[in-house]
């Protein structure tokens, strides 16, 4: 018995998709110019300052380590400015460090407290703690300069941080309640089922589901302690215990009054860089964590 083939379909005409119309691309065009305007100018604002400092920091001008020609004089002063630059450096890093490990461990703490348990007051104590932004930030650190005075932290690196941690917890405290607030409670409910503690379920399941409200605070705790200069000014007495910026700061008129601009623009330079690259590294986490608590579940 023979087969015969049947004959192919006859294969169907691609529709072709039609070119848009030129008026409307001038439109689409014409309705983004205003803000592509706006935010180019935004950015221009901001970055500028920063741009004219790396600029003036290696420019050659009058009263500055850098007289004849563009090079790095600047930096070699601010490098051997007292302690060093390194060492600034190094208070700065742990401060900041510090201030970050220990808001992350509070507010991560206080938000799940606030965000899964109910206990008489929490709403009370919850706007008690906001109500520490409402405080002028210079009334308060007289007492703790006492407070550490009594305790041994005075002048120590350790007490910096306690103190910046203290400003930065409402706030801190705030963004974690409402990103856990976004997580569906179902989540955490299974793994109590499942037989995990309340903390093994935070440290588990919950956790990685509020990152990016634990990037934005850190991020924040960074950026405060790292650019903080009153706190330094009243606590640390040390030359050698300093962090950058108050070392910045003392560099500006170390000479009969003499502002040094070309030093200070090198001290400038060097405070911004870990912040714009932290900031541009997880700026996407960033902006999540903002929005985490704008839609629940």
């Known amino acids: 018995m023979t087969t015969t083939a ?3 379909a006859p294969a169907r005409p691609q529709a072709r998709r039609r070119p848009r119309a030129p008026r409307s691309r001038l439109a689409g065009v014409a309705l983004r110019t205003p803000y592509w305007v706006l935010t180019g100018g935004l950015a221009l604002v901001f970055v500028f300052p920063l741009i004219w400092a ?17 090079g790095l004089g600047n930096y070699a002063t601010l490098m051997e400015y007292q302690a ?5 450096l190094l208070n700065s890093t742990l401060v900041s460090g510090m201030t970050v490990l220990f808001t992350l461990v509070a507010s991560v703490l206080g938000g799940y407290a606030f965000s899964r348990f109910k206990f008489p007051g929490r709403n009370v104590l919850f706007l008690l703690t906001l109500a520490i932004l409402m405080v002028p930030y210079a009334t308060l650190l007289i007492p703790l300069y ?3 005075n ?7 690196l350790v007490g910096l941080a306690l103190v910046l941690t203290v400003f ?10 409402i990103s856990f607030d976004a997580v569906p409670r179902e989540l955490d409910e299974a793994a109590l089922v499942d037989g995990c503690s309340s903390f093994r379920a935070l440290r588990t399941v919950l956790l990685p589901a509020v990152k990016p409200g ?4 850190g991020l924040f705790a960074f950026l405060a302690a790292w650019n903080d200069f009153v706190a330094p000014l009243i606590l640390i007495s040390d030359s050698t215990k300093v962090p950058l910026p108050l ?6 008129a170390q000479v009969m009054g003499i502002v040094d601009y070309g030093a200070t623009e090198a001290g400038v330079v060097v405070m911004a860089l870990p912040c714009v690259v932290l900031f541009l590294l997880l700026q996407r986490h960033y902006v999540r964590g903002f929005m985490s608590g704008a839609l629940k579940g």
């Open 150 to 156: 009594a305790i041994g932290l005075q002048n120590t």
């Open 54 to 70: 790396g600029v003036a920091s290696v420019a050659p001008q009058p009263g500055s380590s850098q007289v004849d020609g563009w």
């Open 168 to 177: 930065q917890l409402p706030f801190a405290t705030f963004m974690m309640r």
């Open 247 to 252: 070392a910045v700061a003392n560099l500006r």
């Open 84 to 88: 060093g630059l390194p060492q600034y």
């Open 6 to 8: 049947l004959p192919a």
């Open 146 to 148: 006492v407070m550490l």
């Open 214 to 217: 634990v990037i934005t605070v």
